[in-house]
């Protein structure tokens, strides 16, 4: 794992706050389509990320990542 300088801060914590290089970059590499993807507000986590599934009269059909519509 590269050092970052500002982690230095959090001594022995600091691998247990930011991923590995390679499990960012991976993050990093993840297709997203903002034309089917979305954030949904979420009363549990603030916000959760969903798939668009339909679209009709200007309302929006959500399933959450858990299965929720």
Known sequence: MSRDA???VF????PYL???????????????????????????VE???GKIKAAQDGKITVETEDGRV
């Open 47 to 49: 916000y959760t990320k």
């Open 18 to 44: 930011r991923k590995s290089e390679k499990e960012r970059i991976e993050a990093q590499n993840q297709p997203f389509d903002a034309k089917t993807y979305c954030f949904v507000a979420d009363p549990e």
């Open 11 to 14: 001594g022995e914590a600091a």
């Open 6 to 8: 500002g982690m230095e």
